[in-house]
């Protein structure tokens, strides 16, 4: 019975440790302390020269983004220019097509006229069929 007692004394005093968060603590506490102190022997640069580095990268990057904007909107702006010019272009050349083949369809039209009343002039002197001929 001794035994179980001692074992049972251990075992409070362990429940008793985590109830208190104790070991957490200690364990939080141990984990700080070595982390900063491998932190120290790793960084590369004072903390002063680490915020200039950010400092100017980021100055960097915002100068980039600045010059890729202004690039961006010069090429849109010329691919507008470019579209417009197309288009214009296209438009000269459908205008023209339709000019063209209205003028076709009015030679046409005349042409056709003139047959119909060359036709009705010479139809006189022929003579008609018998029922009036084929009516269209």
Do not use: H, I
């Not at 417009?84 to 042409?111: C, L, P």
């Amino acid at each position: 019975m001794n035994a179980t007692n001692e074992d049972r004394t251990f075992q409070d005093r362990r429940y008793d440790d985590r109830s208190t968060g104790m070991g957490f603590v200690c364990g939080l506490l141990t984990g700080v302390t070595v982390g900063a102190g491998l932190a120290m022997l790793f960084a590369p640069k004072a903390g002063a020269d680490m915020r200039r580095d950010l400092a100017d990268g980021a100055s960097d990057l915002g100068r980039t983004a600045k010059d890729t904007w202004q690039e961006v909107t010069t090429s849109a702006g010329a691919a507008v220019q470019k579209g417009r010019e197309v288009y214009e272009q296209a438009k000269g050349t459908v205008q023209n097509a339709a000019d063209t083949a209205s003028k076709s369809v009015d030679r046409v039209k005349t042409a056709v006229k003139d047959a119909a009343d060359d036709l009705s002039a010479t139809s006189g002197s022929f003579p008609r069929p018998a029922g009036g001929g084929p009516r269209y």
